[in-house]
């Protein structure tokens, strides 16, 4: 079975510039969360969509958005990048179920994102 | 490989010893917790999970314990390999959905 899959793995952007990353989730996983890591902040919860609906948000400004599509698959997005915004950026699926809010979530390789 | 974290706490061992990494979470309303194993490079590799209805639980070399009264999870690893050189992450399930609040991580050192 796929993991979960990300891409693009690297990205190189130019402060005010926006960018979007993809997320793929293991098959059969309708819950996709994100995640945004750095060196100063370690891992910090961005949102998680299940079945197209956000259902929960992490504090993030607004800069910061996603989607998930009918297939599960998810992206984000991050308009008017901020040096600060340089980070490696995770999304983790899990199966997901109506009303449950917790359950094993699995990882990909994550996106570099390095804004200059 | 990129770094994970600056100045993280470290624990070193020698091949074949036991390792426990400790961590505090912070909210006691929090029913779900899992320790992660991230390799440089790579994303988080979920390792063992716990409910809060429980009290211990273990898998393949590794034991978590939670103790709810003092809002304290750890990892035991059994025989520790120098493959189990990582860093160490703690999350809890706190406020909703799929949200995880992440320690700051250990770094686990293995030596020959």
């Known amino acids: 079975k796929a993991g979960v899959t990300q891409t693009p793995r690297y990205l190189i952007k130019t402060r005010g510039q926006q960018v979007t990353l993809s997320c793929s989730p293991i098959?059969?996983?309708?819950?996709v969360s994100w995640y945004q890591q750095t060196p100063g902040q370690g891992l910090q919860f961005l949102f998680e969509y299940f079945s197209e609906t956000q259902r929960n948000k992490g504090n993030f400004p607004g800069r910061f958005s996603g989607r998930q599509f009918s297939n599960s698959r998810s992206e984000m997005n991050v308009s008017t990048l901020e040096l600060g915004d340089s980070a490696l950026y995770l999304c983790?699926?899990?199966?997901?179920?109506?009303?449950?809010?917790?359950?094993?979530?699995?990882f990909g390789p994550g996106t570099r994102l390095t804004v200059t | 490989g990129e770094s994970v974290g600056l100045h993280l706490p470290t624990l070193s061992v020698q091949e074949g010893d036991n390792s426990i990494i400790n961590c505090a979470y912070s909210n006691s309303a929090s029913d779900y917790f899992i320790w992660y194993k991230q390799e440089s490079g790579k994303g988080p590799q979920f390792i063992i999970d716990i409910r809060s209805n429980m009290d211990k639980r273990q898998g393949q070399r590794v034991t978590v314990l939670l103790n709810k009264t003092v809002k304290h999870l750890s990892l035991q690893i059994a025989a520790t390999q120098p493959g189990d050189s990582a860093v160490y992450f703690c999350?809890?399930?706190?406020?909703?959905?799929?949200?995880?609040?992440f320690g700051a991580g250990t770094r686990l050192a293995v030596h020959p």
């Open positions: 983790a699926s899990s199966k997901g179920y109506p009303g449950l809010s917790s359950y094993e979530q699995y």
């Open positions: 999350a809890e399930n706190s406020g909703g959905y799929n949200k995880l609040i």
């Open positions: 098959s059969g996983h309708r819950s």
